[in-house]
């Protein structure tokens, strides 16, 4: 026993020497940058895990978890480990899965983060703790296919911590950790993607219900039309899909919440600051964008007066030919595929930045989460959006990876570790 535990403090100890995960602003990893670039998010996710005390609560619900590599390190950490070593310190953790067969045939039970977490937790949902599939070609509220070959999916990429200590004791509850990306060797060395980590009891216990309510609908009919919102008074106000049309038609612009988003903003004001008129600039990086509806919102406010700016990676010719709508005025519009030590890095990330008149406002916003601007992420899958209503939080997204994803996409800066201000990104 006291070999056990000078092993159990060793551990820890060697934990809690890495720094503290980053709460209240953005992480971004860098696919061209060095490992530690790369794997900036797995860091942030570990960092949080490695932090929850004994008696505490982590719940994640995640589409493709399925890194394979079996080290762990500091700059690599293996997140199926970190979650296991929560357990074995006395933590419940509770994880819920996309299966994962819609994709390549395989399911995620064949893959090593499952079978790593299924021998630890078990595989009982009504247990403290345990890991769980949601069915096979179907999310666990989200279960119909739209079109003749899209299935539902459970495409959620958040974890949940009731408590963590930092190193330096002290204690922070009501934990978020959101992301758009997947946990996969991709998502580190070949796409660009951002996380956010946030302290805020109503929104944190909107995350809860809903991990509930994905637990409770994996087994059965599910809701199609599951979609709700938090608070609009809250600083990180949420939105839970699926969202089910009203008239039958999947591009239905009245029930497409991006557009109700983009129907808020107002492309000209005058300056709370400076009594000076200005445009209101909206700037999205975007994996899949095919929602005709959001295109033809943005080209609107193209012609209202507001800069719009997209960096993107997939985007059908619907959408294309409805962005040119812009009655002569200019739009930017970057598509992103670039060759970088044998890769094709481009951005996974979903988030769009809106910074100027919205509402009755001038308060910049982000809108970040799983949530692409592709069909299926609005009408059959589980999915979650967070607007962020905070100028610092909008800043770091424009100035620490906009400017740099989209510049690297279209051909002005080289694929590096730096940042535009030339600051090495580690």
Same mark, same amino acid.
Request: proline share 4%; net charge neutral; with cysteine.
């Given at each position: 026993?006291?070999?056990?535990?000078?092993?159990?403090?060793?551990?820890?100890?060697?934990?809690?020497?890495?720094?503290?995960?980053?709460?209240?602003?953005?992480?971004?990893?860098?696919?061209?940058?060095? %490992?530690?670039?790369?794997?900036?998010?797995?860091?942030?996710?570990?960092?949080?895990?490695?932090?929850?005390?004994?008696?505490?609560?982590?719940?994640?619900?995640?589409? %493709?978890?399925?890194?394979?590599?079996?080290?762990?390190?500091?700059?690599?950490?293996?997140?199926?480990?970190?979650?296991?070593?929560?357990?074995?310190?006395?933590?419940?953790?509770?994880?819920?899965?996309?299966?994962?067969?819609?994709?390549?045939?395989?399911?995620?039970?064949?893959?090593?983060?499952?079978?790593?977490?299924?021998?630890?937790?078990?595989?009982?949902?009504?247990?403290?703790?345990?890991?769980?599939?949601?069915?096979?070609?179907?999310?666990?509220?989200?279960?119909?296919?739209?079109?003749?070959?899209? &299935?539902?999916?459970?495409?959620?990429?958040?974890?949940?911590?009731?408590?963590?200590?930092?190193?330096? #004791?002290?204690?922070?509850?009501?934990?978020?950790?959101?992301?758009?990306?997947?946990?996969?060797?991709?998502?580190?060395?070949?796409?660009?993607?951002?996380?956010?980590?946030?302290?805020?009891?109503?929104?944190?216990?909107?995350?809860?219900?809903?991990?509930?309510?994905?637990?409770?609908?994996?087994? #059965?009919?599910?809701?199609?039309? &599951?979609?709700?919102?938090?608070?609009?008074?809250?600083?990180?106000?949420?939105?839970?899909?699926?969202?089910?049309?009203?008239?039958?038609?999947?591009?239905?612009?009245?029930?497409?919440?991006?557009?109700?988003?983009?129907?808020?903003?107002?492309?000209?004001?005058? #300056? %709370?600051?400076?009594?000076?008129?200005?445009?209101?600039?909206?700037?999205?990086?975007?994996?899949?964008?095919?929602?005709?509806?959001?295109?033809?919102?943005?080209?609107?406010?193209?012609?209202?007066?507001?800069?719009?700016?997209?960096?993107?990676?997939?985007?059908?010719?619907?959408?294309?030919?409805?962005?040119?709508?812009?009655?002569?005025?200019?739009?930017?519009?970057?598509?992103?595929?670039?060759?970088?030590?044998?890769?094709?890095?481009?951005?996974?990330?979903?988030?769009?930045?809106?910074?100027?008149?919205?509402?009755?406002?001038?308060?910049?916003?982000?809108?970040?989460?799983?949530?692409?601007?592709?069909?299926?992420?609005?009408?059959?899958?589980?999915?979650?959006?967070?607007?962020?209503?905070?100028?610092?939080?909008?800043?770091?997204?424009?100035?620490?990876?906009?400017?740099?994803?989209?510049?690297?996409?279209?051909?002005?800066?080289?694929?590096?570790?730096?940042?535009?201000?030339?600051?090495?990104?580690?």
């Amino acid at each position: 026993m006291q070999v056990v535990s000078i092993l159990l403090a060793l551990v820890s100890a060697t934990l809690a020497a890495e720094p503290d995960p980053v709460i209240g602003l953005p992480v971004f990893n860098d696919p061209a940058g060095n %490992e530690a670039s790369q794997y900036a998010i797995f860091q942030q996710l570990a960092r949080i895990i490695d932090r929850v005390p004994a008696g505490q609560v982590i719940e994640m619900s995640w589409f %493709e978890f399925k890194t394979s590599y079996t080290t762990d390190t500091a700059d690599k950490p293996n997140i199926p480990q970190r979650l296991v070593k929560a357990h074995q310190r006395g933590v419940n953790v509770r994880v819920i899965l996309d299966d994962n067969t819609k994709d390549d045939g395989s399911s995620s039970a064949d893959l090593y983060p499952y079978k790593t977490l299924a021998a630890e937790l078990g595989t009982s949902d009504t247990a403290p703790s345990y890991v769980v599939l949601c069915p096979d070609k179907k999310g666990c509220i989200a279960k119909r296919k739209i079109y003749t070959d899209t &299935y539902a999916y459970n495409h959620n990429k958040f974890l949940t911590a009731t408590n963590v200590v930092l190193n330096g #004791g002290t204690s922070v509850s009501n934990i978020v950790f959101q992301s758009s990306g997947n946990l996969g060797t991709w998502d580190a060395d070949t796409s660009y993607n951002n996380a956010i980590t946030w302290s805020e009891p109503s929104s944190f216990t909107n995350y809860k219900k809903y991990f509930q309510d994905l637990r409770s609908n994996r087994v #059965g009919s599910g809701n199609d039309n &599951y979609y709700w919102v938090g608070s609009t008074n809250d600083v990180f106000k949420t939105h839970f899909f699926p969202r089910q049309e009203t008239n039958g038609d999947l591009n239905q612009a009245s029930t497409d919440t991006v557009v109700s988003i983009l129907n808020s903003v107002k492309c000209s004001y005058t #300056g %709370e600051s400076d009594g000076k008129t200005h445009q209101t600039d909206v700037r999205i990086v975007m994996w899949s964008f095919t929602r005709v509806s959001v295109a033809e919102k943005l080209a609107e406010l193209v012609r209202n007066g507001c800069w719009v700016d997209i960096t993107y990676t997939n985007m059908n010719d619907n959408v294309k030919n409805a962005l040119k709508n812009t009655g002569g005025k200019s739009m930017g519009l970057t598509a992103c595929a670039v060759t970088w030590q044998g890769r094709n890095v481009r951005p996974h990330s979903k988030y769009m930045l809106i910074d100027g008149a919205y509402d009755d406002d001038q308060i910049p916003r982000v809108f970040t989460g799983s949530h692409n601007y592709a069909m299926s992420s609005l009408r059959n899958a589980d999915e979650s959006l967070v607007r962020i209503r905070s100028a610092d939080i909008h800043s770091a997204y424009l100035h620490q990876n906009f400017y740099k994803v989209r510049d690297t996409c279209s051909g002005k800066i080289a694929p590096s570790k730096r940042d535009v201000a030339g600051r090495v990104m580690f």
